[in-house]
């Protein structure tokens, strides 16, 4: 069965402070890609990622920065969390091309 | 990437099915339509897909209109655990790198 993880399902922190998420596919995909999530805004893709330390800027990458030094596992990074920060990050990988995208449990930030 | 269009929500009763449409007017000859579903609190799931031709899985049919401009995503017996939003994405065949646009999609409420 395929799985996607993620670090935490729900993290409070503090305005400034540095925040990371990490993501970890058990399925040997190539790809992997940080979504955030936002009443009335949908799903937004912050970064993906084509191979280990390979990135690319998405639709709202602002605020945020990420590493991929394995393959298995994609980090989004909040350098200084900000308030307008506080949504629900996804994570997905895929194998490529038009295959099935398979997401993680979401994690739900808060920043105070 | 192409748009599509999709009521924001809609109604079934339990054990009926239920037909979730979706516009894709400017769709173009390489883009395949991707359904997704997010139960709540989850990350989404893949459903189903199809380029030209009526498809079906365990999960759902999708009927795909003879010019590719509309598709209808098609639960025959809707369940409560079928109660999620439900998105329709179209994936161009070029774009290689996995990327989902998603939309607002439709909010599916199931009465008992």
């Known amino acids: 069965d395929v799985k996607v993880t993620q670090s935490s399902r729900y993290l409070v922190k503090r305005t400034g402070e540095k925040v990371f998420l990490e993501c970890v596919q058990d399925?040997?995909?190539?790809?992997m890609f940080w979504y955030r999530q936002d009443p009335g805004l949908g799903l937004r893709l912050i970064y993906f990622?084509?191979?280990?330390?390979?990135?690319e800027k998405g639709d709202i990458p602002e605020g945020y920065s990420v590493s991929r030094e394995k393959k298995e596992r994609f980090s989004l990074i909040l350098e200084s969390a900000s308030t307008n920060q506080t949504s629900m990050y996804l994570c997905?990988?895929?194998?490529?091309?038009?295959?099935?995208?398979?997401f993680g449990p979401g994690t739900r930030l808060l920043v105070l | 990437d192409a748009k599509t269009t999709q009521p924001n929500s809609m109604e079934s009763n339990e054990e009926e099915p239920v037909h979730l449409p979706c516009n894709h007017s400017?769709?173009?000859?390489?883009?395949?339509i991707h359904w997704y579903r997010q139960l709540p609190s989850q990350g989404p799931e893949y459903v189903i897909h199809?380029?030209?031709s009526n498809v079906n899985n365990r999960m759902a049919s999708l009927a795909i209109a003879e010019d590719r401009k509309s598709s209808t995503l098609i639960l025959h017996r809707a369940t409560l655990r079928d109660a999620a939003v439900y998105y329709c994405?179209?994936?161009?065949?070029?774009?290689?790198?996995?990327?989902?646009?998603f939309g607002q999609g439709t909010e599916l409420s199931v009465k008992p």
């Open positions: 997905a990988s895929t194998i490529g091309g038009l295959k099935t995208q398979y």
């Open positions: 399925m040997d995909h190539e790809n």
């Open positions: 990622s084509y191979d280990v330390k390979m990135k």
């Open positions: 400017t769709i173009s000859g390489t883009d395949y």
């Open positions: 199809g380029l030209t």
């Open positions: 994405i179209l994936r161009d065949v070029n774009n290689q790198g996995g990327k989902l646009i």
